[in-house]
DNA sequence: AAAATAAAAGATAAAAAACTCTTTTATTAA
DNA sequence: TTAATAAAAGAGTTTTTTATCTTTTATTTT
């Protein structure tokens, strides 16, 4: 098991590919954005009718249809992507499951993991999805299996 | 969902919850340690059998059996529970699921993550299951629920 | 207006994770 | 040496996650 799930998983790499491919105003398939993350085709249409439903990534049907992002949506942060699928149980939660942790009834792990959660939000807030763009078209980094 | 799967949780709080309660010789049986930490009776058991299969937490079988642990496995780090249980995924794998990621072929995600995975480790190696007994025995920390 | 296209929505299937119950084995105590 | 105890092992079930397929709706092009 990694960070995040699965699912997250193909959303996050979705995003990138949507930025990417759609800078300049075109819309790409989910057919392409599948083959281009490599992630399964119907399960990524599932991922993506809910990042459309809430409007982290855009869409219109029919011919020349498709999905992209705009300058509002690309400025996003990346959390907003990953509450959207595994909720913020990763930054929120007690890492040992316990809903009775706190500060003032920490678990053993509390305060060492303070550190972690807050550490993965930083990164997850101070990010926006269009960062990943450079490096991207640069070709430096990949979003396939 | 945390970063540690529910199996995993309850392995963490069990191997606490032993260790708390063992340090004087005693032993515990499944049914104090399921109580101990609220977790299901049954579910626990089959997460025990594979710690004390894998020689993380100690076990007899009997009246006055139950689980133990002794100075050797008091010294473990945390680190070997959950690679017992989750793997190391969380640690090792690419943040965004990609086999293929690497240093010289990396995810859009993976210098930021590996600034948090070596966080984590660092966290789960260098600490010993042991180095939370004291917080417990003071009641500072708790287990359950 | 009809045909074609592509996402949305709905329904189902497969796999994995979480959880439960029963039987067996080892150990102890009467 | 029998009965009792407690973990180990085996065999399920349930729930959640992951994945697939079909039908509907919106949009565009002919």
Do not use: W
């Not at 009718?49 to 249809?65: A, C, D, H």
């Not at 930083?122 to 980094?141: P, R």
């Amino acid at each position: 098991m990694g960070i995040f799930s699965k699912t997250c998983e193909y959303a996050i790499r979705s995003v990138f590919f949507i930025a990417h491919r759609t800078e300049n105003g075109n819309k790409v398939s989910i057919k392409e954005i599948a083959s281009g993350i490599s992630s399964p085709e119907y399960f990524l249409a599932k991922i993506l009718q809910e990042l459309s439903k809430r409007g982290i990534v855009k869409s219109t049907k029919g011919p020349n249809g498709g999905f992209f992002m705009d300058d509002e949506t690309l400025q996003r942060p990346l959390v907003d992507v990953v509450e959207a699928i595994d909720g913020n149980g990763l930054f929120s939660g007690c890492g040992l499951g316990l809903v009775s942790c706190s500060e003032s009834k920490p678990c053993p792990l509390h305060h060492e993991f303070k550190v972690i959660r807050e550490e993965i939000y930083k990164m997850l807030s101070q990010t926006t999805i269009k960062d990943f763009n450079e490096d991207l078209n640069l070709g430096i980094t990949n979003l396939k299996k």
